[in-house]
């Protein structure tokens, strides 16, 4: 079956530490996103990629990192740096970055902190 | 500031009522705007909408764009337990990276 999937579906992290969200895609889609989803708040954009090798700071970057080193694959690490991560997290995926795709999203990873 | 304002945040209905949620928006530089679901988890796709006054339909629900008064609403009618979820209303600014995600209503539908 063609989809996104993410892992682990919950994640807990120590203080000081850094952990990593998987993203994985198999629709053959170049655009990759991550967001981040806090109650009463909208989806916020963190980090997202257009094609492979290449990424691009979102709306609220600070605390996070990317690579994109395959296609399929747009893994995220929450740094120490990030003061505040507890939040569910979201990736996406679109066949590209053009004005008119739509977004398929991920079932999710709720990060918790110990 | 791009913005996007949905109402209301929350709604009880009965099975089988009409329910319609709102969507207004403010931008600067319009695409498209797109309702998704979002159940337990992953929100998944409904409607993209680009042209004023054109109605796109999937089964019970509907949903409208109104460009001049920069508004849009989706129609759900006999409403069944399975639609309750969040609706999130999102504009699409720019390229597909460039969207702007309202706060959702959350709608429950009891028996």
């Known amino acids: 079956d063609g989809g996104i999937t993410q892992s682990p579906k919950y994640l807990f992290r120590k203080e000081g530490q850094n952990v990593t969200l998987s993203c994985e895609q198999n629709?053959?889609?170049?655009?990759m996103y991550w967001y981040r989803q806090d109650p009463g708040q909208g989806l916020r954009l963190i980090y997202y990629s257009q094609i492979v090798n290449d990424f691009q700071k979102g709306d609220i970057a600070e605390g996070y990192s990317v690579s994109r080193e395959k296609k399929e694959s747009f893994p995220l690490t929450v740094t120490s740096a990030q003061k505040n991560p507890t939040a569910f997290y979201l990736c996406?995926?679109?066949?590209?970055?053009?004005?008119?795709?739509?977004?398929?999203f991920g079932p999710g990873t709720r990060l918790l902190v110990l | 500031e791009d913005k996007v304002v949905q109402s209301p945040l929350s709604l009880v209905v009965h099975e089988g009522d009409t329910v319609t949620l709102n969507c207004s928006y403010e931008v600067t530089n319009f695409r498209s705007l797109l309702w998704y679901k979002q159940e337990k988890k992953a929100p998944t796709f409904l409607f993209m909408l680009t042209s004023s006054g054109i109605e796109k339909k999937s089964g019970r629900l509907s949903s409208i764009l109104d460009k001049k008064e920069l508004f849009s609403i989706l129609n759900i009618t006999a409403t069944q337990t399975g639609d309750s979820a969040i609706y999130l209303c999102?504009?699409?600014?720019?390229?597909?990276?460039?969207?702007?995600f309202g706060t959702g209503t959350r709608l429950q539908v009891t028996l």
């Open positions: 629709l053959n889609h170049d655009a």
């Open positions: 999102v504009l699409n600014t720019g390229t597909a990276s460039k969207l702007t």
């Open positions: 996406a995926s679109s066949r590209t970055s053009g004005r008119f795709e739509t977004q398929y």
